[in-house]
């Protein structure tokens, strides 16, 4: 059976910066960054980290207060960014007509409703508390938010949640765009969501000594992949959703097209749940272009998963040079984490966002704070500056996650 191609229709999330995606996109190429401190007044001790939150988003006008009352905030924060990108799509929430029943839903969530098992928490052990809220179970499923986004669309195929950490909604984009290509699936509304700030989980992540220090005078320059000066991650929460379509029904509808996905790769390290290995990026990079019939020499940007650990930083590069051989040198790479935070189950599908976005606009972003480069990270060409004017045919989007999960993205740049 031949393979369908993938348009890409609709584009959604929710800012941290507050504003809508052309904004979003406009400070990230300025180099402004939305990492922010956060004290917290927790006991017995308060959370004292470098933050990305969405301050401006408001879950009872986003979506009204009966639905919001039904979600947890990682589900609030997906079903918000959902109905951007399904609006940004020219669809109608409700069917009119057209047949949904093989439309679908394939979401990335690390965490799921952590913040709502949190208060359970909270409730029974400092509060004394001896019975729970009947919506705890309902808000606390990781497949809440995949659930909630099939019910308000009407969408009657299948709707599924990924869990594979960092690399949740890579996968989840990857096994949407599958489905679409090989025709099982129209429309399928993808993408991902995270809030890691329950105090369980920060407090988790601090102790892995991978997050970077800061304060309320350094927070926003924090998080510096590929630097010498580097010192870890910084978590965020958000929500970010991509609509992906059969293209010929996209054409047929008069839908505008921002790009076309056409490759996905997924590996596994298979060595060790927290250190990375050149061997299965490379592995995964390497699917990705064969799946999406690239050559090395088609790509023109890589948004790399660039977390500024100090162990995870080097081995992408590694993979990237190994892959691209001679040509890495003059290869544009950026990481945009370094303004948006890591989002963990959300990261990918902010990322891919990122990637259509300057595929569209014939516009690389960069990677900030990048002053003094780790000669462990050189032999690429680092983007530290916005590049404007640039003639993209091509890009992927790196997601390497905890446990050795792999997974790229490819999108390609349209002229229609």
């Given at each position: ?7 890409i229709t ?7 910066y507050?504003?809508d995606?052309a ?8 180099g402004k960054?939305?990492v922010?401190y956060?004290l917290?007044?927790?006991?017995p001790r308060?959370l004292?980290?470098p933050?990305?939150s ?5 879950p009872d006008?986003?979506l009204?207060?009966?639905l919001?009352?039904m979600m947890d905030r990682?589900?609030q924060?997906?079903m918000?960014a959902?109905?951007?990108?399904w609006n940004d799509?020219g669809?109608?929430r409700?069917a009119e007509?057209d047949?949904?029943?093989?439309w679908?839903v394939?979401w990335?969530t690390a965490l799921?409703g952590t913040?709502a ?6 409730e029974?052990?400092q509060k004394?508390r ?6 705890s179970v309902?808000l ?15 969408l009657g ?8 950490a960092?690399a949740?909604?890579?996968?989840a984009i990857?096994?949407?765009f599958?489905r ?16 890691p700030?329950a105090y369980?989980?920060?407090r ?5 000594r991978?997050m ?6 350094t927070?926003?320059?924090a ?16 929500g970010a959703?991509?609509v992906?379509?059969?293209w010929d029904?996209?054409v047929a509808?008069?839908a505008r097209i921002?790009?076309?996905?056409v490759?996905y790769?997924t590996?596994?390290?298979h060595?060790h749940l ?6 299965g ?5 390497g699917l990705t272009?064969?799946d ?10 890589v948004?790399?998963?660039?977390t ?6 080097p081995?992408e590069?590694?993979?990237l040079?190994a892959?691209?051989g001679?040509r890495a040198a003059?290869?544009p790479v950026?990481?945009?984490?370094s303004?948006h ?5 959300a990261a990918?599908?902010?990322?891919a ?5 300057a595929?569209?606009e014939?516009t690389?972003p960069?990677t900030?704070?990048l ?8 032999g690429?060409?680092?983007?530290t500056?916005?590049r404007?004017?640039?003639p993209?045919?091509?890009?992927l989007s790196n997601s ?7 997974a ?9």
């Open positions: 059976m031949s393979q369908r191609r993938v348009a609709g584009l959604g999330l929710v800012s941290p507050g504003g995606l904004d979003f996109f406009a400070r990230l190429c300025a960054s939305a922010r956060l917290t007044d927790d006991l308060p004292s980290i933050f990305v969405c301050p401006g988003f408001d006008v986003a009204g207060k009966p919001a009352s990682f589900a924060l997906a918000a959902a109905f951007s990108a799509s669809l109608p409700q007509g047949q949904r029943d093989d679908g394939a990335g799921g913040l098992y949190e208060k359970g928490y909270r029974l052990w004394g001896e019975r729970l809220s009947p919506l309902v606390g499923m990781n497949n809440a938010a995949n659930a909630h986004i099939s019910i308000q669309l009407g195929g299948v709707s599924m949640s990924h869990t594979v960092c949740s909604s890579a996968i990857g096994e949407a599958r679409v290509r090989s025709g099982e699936a129209t429309v399928m509304l993808t993408g991902g969501s995270d809030v700030q369980g989980v920060a988790a992540w601090e102790a892995l991978v970077a220090p800061g304060d309320a005078e927070s926003a320059a998080c510096k992949p590929f630097s010498a000066e580097r010192r870890g991650l910084v978590l965020g929460e958000g959703a991509l992906l379509e059969d029904h996209a509808r008069g921002h790009g076309e996905m490759g790769g590996t596994c390290d060595s927290v250190r990375p290995e050149a061997a990026q490379i592995r995964a990079i272009l064969a999406a019939n690239l050559n090395p020499g088609d790509v023109d940007y948004n790399a998963h660039g500024a650990t100090a162990e995870g930083d081995v590069i590694t993979a040079k892959v691209f001679d003059a290869l950026s990481a945009t984490k303004m935070g890591h989002l963990l189950g990918a599908a902010i990322e966002i990122v990637t259509i976005l595929l569209r014939g690389i960069p900030a704070h002053a003094a480069l780790d000669p462990d990270c050189a690429v060409d680092h983007v500056t916005a404007h004017g640039q993209l045919r091509a890009a390497f996650a905890f446990g050795g999960s792999n790229v993205l490819a999108f390609r740049a349209v002229d229609v």
